[in-house]
């Protein structure tokens, strides 16, 4: 009786485990296959699309998710990483240029707080919860319609700091792109005002960005295209670019703003000073 027991136990224990390593073998495979799908459609798409094709689905994007015109979202205040950033680099009460503002969440923040703020974004559906926010708010300052990338000529005035909303920065395919628009925010500033952008971070190389670099890149050799590719480019939704630290301090030095501080928790930002 004791034996028959034993034995029922182990042919069970011996089933269980079978399964176990079964399921282990299919969950890792399922996921490398998946990854390797991702890595496929992204390197596709970033080699048929071009920069302004990238400009455009951004705009669609942010005007299809309901989050970024919610106005829970946009009375939400400042992140933790925000609030430490400003109390660490930026005058209390300073007048300040909000670029890729979207729905108005840090303008709105930052206008509660006492500065003086002004914004501009190249979504219209997002401008318009902004303004409406902002109004319903009686709060005071400027809300411009820019294109995607780039700074609104109207805009005259002198600024003591800038910001970039929350990843703007990334959505700019091009480094060439991405240093015009920081020289067009330069040219808003005096030296050692300080610039605060957010971004998604990459450490150097990963076989996934090699995957997704070699098929984009060779699409884009074989259009054609003017456009390069850069390694560290993405499109999961929108156009990203993952970048170094090396590449933030590149970038900032080449439009006239020396970095100040990099951090990559609890988000990816940067502090710059004008130079």
Known sequence: MVASRLLTLTRTHSGSSLRARGYAAWDRWSRRISSGLDE?????????????????????????????SDERYNLAGLQSWEERALAAHFRPGSSLLVAAAGGGREPIALARLGYRVDGFDSTPELLETYRRLMAREQLPGRIYLSEAGAVPVEIDSRYDGLL????????????SNRIGFLLSLRQHVAAEAPLLLSFFCRRDRSRHFDWIY????????????????????SLAGTFDHYFTEAEIRAELAEA?????????TPYGHAVGRAV
Do not use: N
């Open 40 to 68: 496929l459609q992204q390197g596709l798409w970033l080699g048929l699309l071009d920069d302004r094709q990238f400009d455009k689905l951004g705009r669609l994007q942010y005007a299809r998710w309901e989050k970024y």
């Open 256 to 264: 006239s703003f020396a970095l100040l501080e990099y951090c990559e």
């Open 164 to 175: 970039i909303g929350w990843s703007g920065y990334m959505h700019i395919p091009g480094r």
């Open 214 to 233: 070699a098929l984009a890149s060779r699409l884009r050799t074989l259009r054609r295209s003017p456009h390069l590719v850069e390694y560290g480019d």
